[in-house]
């Protein structure tokens, strides 16, 4: 089984740098992928990590510890369109679907 | 095109009622999946097709019944649900279950679906 935990809410402020953490516990590990989901919207594909390191996107970068079981999400230069949900999921095996986080609420104050 | 759509939008149906919800894409991904979403919550896998052929059904009761007519369309027929099935239901395909690197599934945007 898998057991992946994030924090439930976050609040930043527009313009500032914001890093949403998940740790994951599971039997196998192929891939670890971040997902923005807007409120009552589907969740958008921001990015996959499945090496060790950092891996950027413009104002988005993730980054992965396989050793650790540690992934965070780093947002720079936060904008007002940033609130969202921010979805941690994890793939165990090669070719199997991956599941969510519990995910993370961000709102950005002006 | 690079979209997944569902239709439709919104459903309220009663706990006797017959519906089906419907998801199309055309990028010629050959995996699609159906995931249920309660508010504030994470998606949950329900079903997953791979070329056609239901591969993963996560003990989904009954009532919920998929259906995938050729590799474009993905169909989940909804029969005497319960008030507590009330939820966002998302569809999402992926080129097929077994990419390599850097992909993501594509979401659609979803069916409300209320059962009163």
């Known amino acids: 089984g898998q057991n992946i935990d994030q924090p439930t809410e976050m609040t930043a402020t527009e313009g500032a740098i914001v890093q949403i953490n998940c740790t994951y516990q599971t039997s196998g590990f192929n891939g670890l992928f971040w997902y923005q989901q807007h409120a009552g919207e589907a969740p958008t594909f921001l990015s996959y990590?499945?090496?060790?390191g950092l891996e950027e996107k413009g104002r988005f970068s993730s980054f992965l510890s396989r050793s650790k079981g540690y992934s965070y999400l780093l947002l720079k230069e936060l904008q007002m369109k940033d609130s969202a949900s921010y979805l941690c999921?994890?793939?165990?095996?090669?070719?199997?679907?991956?599941?969510f986080g519990p995910g993370t609420r961000l709102s950005v104050l002006p | 095109d690079t979209e997944v759509t569902q239709t439709p939008k919104h459903l309220v149906m009663g706990m006797t009622n017959k519906k089906s919800l419907k998801c199309e894409q055309h990028m010629g991904h050959r995996a699609m999946y159906w995931y249920k979403q309660k508010a504030k919550k994470p998606p949950e896998l329900m079903f997953v097709y791979s070329y056609e052929k239901l591969s993963i059904n996560e003990s989904v009761p009954s009532r919920f019944s998929p259906e995938c007519p050729n590799s474009s369309l993905l169909n989940l027929h909804l029969h005497a649900l319960q008030p507590e099935d009330s939820a966002l239901y998302l569809c999402?395909?992926?080129?097929?279950?077994?990419?390599?690197?850097?992909?993501?599934?594509?979401f659609g945007s979803g069916t409300r679906l209320t059962v009163v």
């Open positions: 999402a395909s992926s080129q097929d279950r077994w990419e390599g690197a850097n992909y993501g599934y594509t």
């Open positions: 999921a994890v793939r165990e095996n090669y070719g199997q679907n991956f599941v």
């Open positions: 990590n499945v090496l060790d």
